[in-house]
């Protein structure tokens, strides 16, 4: 086994007030190492909340979540570092999404002040690392997402999609073992959708980073190896792809699995 995300028997409940709304009632899951897998579900289904258990943003009540780092990046199968996220201190999870996750929102969340190059070096320097190294890393990953010629660009004067494209760079920049993308085309044309989607699945397959992303779109769910169906807090079933991304599929298992 392989897996880089093992979820288990996760169960989150939310108290507002008085009320309790039970956001995951008994979720398990595993993402093997350079799979790229989606999850749908409708709005209020608990994606995000899913999400931000995986990502140690929140702590399940129940349950565990481990993510394991593997060494190197071919089929070396060794785990040379275990994440158990219900068990670190505040300040580890802090530091374990720093140095080992890649998070993707739909708002982008770039800093305005900053070029796009800029952007795609801050995790580098907030760690501390030299300038000439997160420069250098940073000109690879804007060459690999095809924005060398916006580099000086401020995030106001580019496209949703090349935003998007940052942000991905961005959250390659400490070589993460697992990206976490929260409706990473929520915001943008179905073209710069597109370019999103093979992004994902290219760093999953070729550069085996695992990619585990929530999104609404069939067209989305349709190009991951495989897509987790939520409802009400419990999967409800499993899309596997058969082969070329198959809209049509996701499209009406989804209406079975999900209503
Ligand atoms: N911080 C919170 N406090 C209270 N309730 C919350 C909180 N966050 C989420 N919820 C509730 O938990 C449930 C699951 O929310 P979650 O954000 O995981 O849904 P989602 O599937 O991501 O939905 P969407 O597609 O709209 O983003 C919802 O009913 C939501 O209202
Ligand atoms: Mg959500």
Redesign the pocket.
């Known amino acids: 086994m392989t897996n880089v995300v093992a979820i288990e028997n996760v169960h989150?409940t939310?108290?507002?007030g008085d009320?309790r709304?039970r956001?995951?009632r008994g979720v398990s899951l595993e993402v093997e190492r350079g799979q790229f897998v989606a999850i749908m579900?409708?709005?209020?289904?608990?994606?995000?909340?899913?999400?931000?258990l995986t990502g140690g943003l929140d702590l399940p009540d129940d349950g565990s979540v481990l993510v394991n780092r593997y060494a190197g990046d071919t089929d070396d199968v060794t785990i040379i570092e275990t994440h158990n996220i219900t068990t670190m201190s505040d300040r580890e999870r802090t530091l374990f999404r720093r140095r080992r996750l890649g998070i993707v929102f739909q708002a982008f969340n770039l800093m305005p002040n900053l070029t796009a190059l800029e952007n795609v070096m801050l995790p580098h320097l907030i760690e501390g690392r030299s300038a000439a190294d997160a420069r250098h890393r940073a000109d690879e990953l804007i060459a690999m997402v095809h924005l060398e010629h916006r580099t000086k660009h401020r995030p106001a004067n580019l496209s949703g999609g090349e935003q998007q494209r940052v942000a991905i760079a961005r959250s390659l920049m400490n070589e993460p073992v697992l990206i976490l993308a929260?409706?990473p085309t929520g915001n943008l044309d179905p073209t710069s959708s597109m370019e999103i989607w093979q992004l994902l699945q290219r760093l999953a397959h070729e550069t085996k980073t695992t990619v585990l992303m929530?999104t609404?779109e069939a067209a989305a769910a349709a190009r991951a190896d495989r897509v987790h169906i939520?409802k009400e807090?419990r999967f409800t079933g499993i899309i596997e792809s058969q082969g070329p991304p198959d809209e049509a599929l996701v499209t009406t298992r989804y209406a079975e699995l999900a209503n």
């Open positions: 989150k939310y108290h507002l009320e709304i956001a995951l579900g409708a709005s209020g289904s608990g994606k995000t909340t899913l999400l931000h929260d409706e929530v609404h939520l807090g």
